[in-house]
């Protein structure tokens, strides 16, 4: 059974913070790396993908991947009010398996 | 990224019906995929629906339940059939980029049973 594990939240964060979002998976095979925010009643978001170990840079966005850990993580910088939502860590191989995602709140 | 619709945005039914999900793309994709999202949960992939051949069922999910067409390379339906309350979730449908492994969802369609 292939597993993505995130951390549990809900996380508060107060605004201009850092928020950190980390994620576990259990395949070592999986070659690709997503995160998606989803604000409630509403779809999934595609915000980063990473493909190869080390930092990935977009905005105030930052994924890291180390596929010796199996571990990727999610950095929002300068957090905002409207960043509050929840994320979703998901891994691929021959499908996306999604983990059960992170609720964020920025407080103002 | 692909335009993706979905139709109906919700819909409440009685059990022992059926309901066909519609989802329409803006371009021409190899891969589509149909997800559910239970109340509070996360996403469970159902189906890979490609065109020219039979969707491929995940484990704990039936053709017979969830009937998929794919007639060409823009449009997908989902069939849920003889609904029961359990079967009330969000079903997304998502494409697959042409250049990675990205996926992008559909607006999601809102199913309630009573």
């Known amino acids: 059974q292939k597993e993505v594990e995130q951390n549990s939240g809900p996380l508060s964060v107060p605004e201009g913070a850092i928020a950190s979002l980390n994620c576990t998976y259990s395949d070592r095979g999986s070659q690709s790396f997503f995160w998606y925010r989803q604000y409630s009643g509403k779809s999934p978001e595609l915000i980063m993908s990473i493909y190869s170990n080390g930092d990935k840079e977009d905005g105030r966005f930052t994924a890291q991947l180390n596929k010796a850990s199996q571990y990727v993580s999610l950095l929002i910088r300068d957090s905002q009010p409207s960043d509050s939502a929840t994320y979703l860590c998901?891994?691929?191989?021959?499908?996306?398996?999604f983990g059960a995602g992170t609720t964020v709140t920025v407080r103002a | 990224s692909a335009v993706i619709s979905q139709k109906p945005s919700r819909d409440i039914c009685q059990r022992g019906t059926s309901l066909t999900i519609q989802c329409q793309v803006d371009s021409q994709v190899t891969m589509m995929f149909w997800y559910r999202q239970q109340p509070g949960q996360s996403l469970t992939l159902i189906a890979t629906?490609?065109?020219?051949?039979?969707?491929?069922?995940e484990s704990g999910f039936v053709i017979d339940k969830f009937p998929i067409s794919r007639p060409n390379l823009t449009f997908s339906t989902l069939t849920v059939s003889n609904m029961s309350p359990e079967d009330s979730s969000i079903y997304l449908c998502?494409?697959?980029?042409?250049?990675?492994?990205?996926?992008?969802f559909g607006p999601g369609t809102r199913l309630t049973v009573t």
């Open positions: 998502s494409v697959k980029s042409p250049t990675g492994d990205e996926q992008y």
């Open positions: 629906a490609n065109q020219g051949s039979e969707a491929t069922y």
């Open positions: 998901a891994v691929n191989d021959y499908k996306l398996s």
